[in-house]
């Protein structure tokens, strides 16, 4: 089975309480936000600055990077179909459309980004 097939394998049998389990763990650990999804650069100042330094480099450079754009991140048709049988939570609420995250086998959002940051490459 080759990377791929495996990492859509995980989608597939996620559970709800596995995927939060992952998301509160990232967020402790692993800087992931921001808690209040896309704000055109008007909000979150702390979290920017916070993830900024962790990153070193500026927070309005840090605004431009997302799961959207993100090298883990995986918006294939097939994996949003393949994580369709989790609902949604709070924290789907305002995060734009659902990424299914590589790195961490696990549904990010397009507007949030964590640490492991990895441009595309």
């Known amino acids: 089975m080759d990377s791929?097939?495996?990492e859509?394998?995980?989608a597939r049998k996620l559970t709800p309480q596995e995927n939060i389990k992952i998301m509160?763990?990232?967020v402790a650990d692993w800087n992931l936000?921001?808690?209040t999804?896309?704000?055109n650069n008007q909000g979150?100042?702390?979290f920017w600055h916070k993830i900024?330094?962790?990153w070193g480099i500026d927070a309005k450079s840090a605004r431009r990077r997302s799961c959207a754009n993100c090298d883990y991140g995986n918006i294939d048709p097939e994996y949003l179909k393949a994580m369709e049988h989790v609902p949604y939570n709070s924290f789907d609420k305002d995060g734009g459309m659902r990424v299914w995250c590589d790195k961490f086998s696990f549904i990010c959002h397009a507007t949030r980004v964590c640490?492991?940051?990895e441009d595309e490459d």
Do not use: F, H, R, V
């Open 52 to 54: 900024a330094t962790k």
């Open 8 to 10: 859509l394998s995980d």
């Open 24 to 26: 509160k763990w990232l």
């Open 37 to 39: 999804g896309i704000d």
């Open 4 to 6: 791929q097939s495996e």
């Open 115 to 117: 640490q492991a940051w």
């Open 44 to 46: 979150n100042s702390i």
């Open 33 to 35: 936000g921001p808690k």
